[in-house]
């Protein structure tokens, strides 16, 4: 990372998966390579993680033998790059509904903190939670959680 180059980010970054043989001969990373010779590998197979709709990363595998990853290793790799892909992206999409789902659930006790101490109706409490986060620039849940934790509009808010 330190040097912006190799293999495990050009994978990253989209360009496919990479394997070298011999990193002491491959000249494509000409900054990383001697670096990665110099700390003990001399091969090295990159596969990127992807799914249909994302790029994730890349997970890299390091021998200190050149010629390591003969095919059959490259095909195993990605088949545990295609899981562990569809895995991650698995578990960012259920870490953003589990957000999405907090979030509302704070924007809804908001509004009923607004409606019972204001004497607001669903709409207009929505109303004033939309200004308050448009006048601010502030996000919504941002908003609605400072009015949960006074049980009314915040002073800094009130401005």
Known sequence: Y?????????SAEGAGSFRSHDLAADRRWSRWSPRAVEIGFRSVLSIQLSTEREEIGAI??????????DDDAANVAEVYASIAASALSQAKLVEGLRTAVDSRHQIGVAQGILMARYELRT????EVLRRLSNDHNLPLRQVAARIVEVVGIPAELAR
């Open 2 to 10: 330190d040097l912006d180059e190799g293999p495990c980010l050009e």
């Open 123 to 126: 709409d207009q409490a929505f």
């Open 60 to 69: 890299n595998l390091y021998a200190e033998d050149p010629h390591a990853f």
